[in-house]
């Protein structure tokens, strides 16, 4: 089992910055990739991010592209997401999600561990 763990969120008003973290615990070396997604109310979830524990170049969502960057810390176990230039369409509950699978996927159903998620609030 893998346990995910997010903090870092909070109301910032258009155009702040935020940087959200991700510690994993467990069988953390069994996982492959790690994933931010999100989701707005009465929207489904969607992709924001990903990369794998080895490197690599990241995957990131075309709204996000530019703004936000996604990086690891190994030896922390952890995943951060820099979120830049954030707008109003940001707000989302923001969850943490790791993948056993070799490959990098945009799908939340090829993600086995997910967190419980963060709250992210911009303000217009």
């Known amino acids: 089992q893998v346990q995910l763990v997010e903090s870092g969120g909070g109301l910032v008003q258009a155009g702040d910055s935020l940087r959200l973290s991700c510690a994993a615990s467990?069988?953390?070396?069994?996982?492959?990739?790690m994933g931010w997604f999100r989701q707005s109310p009465g929207k489904e979830r969607e992709f924001v991010a990903t990369i794998a524990w080895s490197g690599g170049r990241p995957t990131y969502a075309d709204s996000v592209k530019g703004r936000f960057t996604i990086f690891r810390d190994n030896a922390k176990s952890t995943v951060y997401l820099q979120m830049n230039s954030l707008k109003p369409e940001d707000t989302a509950i923001y969850y943490c999600a790791a993948r056993i699978r070799i490959g990098l996927t945009l799908s939340e159903y090829e993600y086995d561990y997910w967190g419980q998620g963060t709250q992210v609030t911009v303000s217009s």
């Open positions: 467990g069988r953390t070396y069994s996982t492959y990739a």
